[in-house]
């Protein structure tokens, strides 16, 4: 089959990209607002863009309280999601008022990160400690506004559980990293092949 992305011709029930560039890693993304209220909610347009500096970078579909805390604060934390915090992942992306921190709303404990203010999850095997860079608002080919904002920042400091360390490596498989598939579908790293380069 073959649509336009423009139509929307494709005739399926749900529209597939999502499911074709998938699993999506997840940002779970601690801030705190102006008035020091916790925030925390997961975003499926999130990746390491960069090395020397480590970068990172998400995408929110609006200027959500993430982007908005960011912007006032200009601090934020990449929590990693897990399979064992697939409910919490799950249910920190309800909309909420800006005075209502995610964290009560889904029981999950703050720990205090040792760079930034805003606080990292607890619960979470790993954190990525980080300072914002740039938001670009993304244009479509016509250099139209698409109200979609792209949010970069440089990681100062790395949290991990050393529970997933064995034989000086970060265990992905063991970790059980969450990624975002289509429609309202998650999928998780069990296992994973070295496949080393060719020379």
């Known amino acids: 089959m073959f649509y336009e992305t423009a ?3 494709h005739g399926l029930p749900h529209d597939p990209i999502k499911a074709i560039v998938a699993p999506r890693p997840i940002g779970w993304i601690s801030t705190l607002s102006e008035d020091g209220v916790a925030n925390l909610a997961p975003y499926s347009f999130f990746n390491l863009v960069s090395t020397r500096p480590d970068i990172v970078a998400f995408s929110s579909d609006g200027l959500k309280h993430t982007v908005r805390n960011i912007l006032a604060t200009r601090e934020f934390v990449c929590n990693l999601a897990t399979l064992e915090l697939i409910e919490a992942v799950n249910l920190t992306s309800k909309p909420v ?10 029981g999950l404990m703050p720990a205090p990160s040792r760079l930034i203010a805003p606080p990292r999850v607890a619960a979470s095997p790993c954190a990525l400690e980080c300072v914002w860079i740039d938001t670009l608002e ?3 080919q016509h250099g139209d506004a698409t109200g979609t904002h792209l949010t970069l920042g440089e990681v100062l400091g790395v949290h991990i559980d050393e529970a997933f360390i064995e034989d000086g490596l970060l265990r992905t498989e063991k970790l059980h990293s969450l990624g975002r598939d289509g429609y309202f579908d998650y999928s998780w790293v069990d296992a994973v092949r070295s496949v080393p380069r060719p020379r």
């Open 97 to 106: 008022k800006p005075d209502e921190s995610e964290f009560d709303l889904a």
């Open 7 to 9: 139509r929307r011709d």
């Open 138 to 140: 993304l244009k479509d």
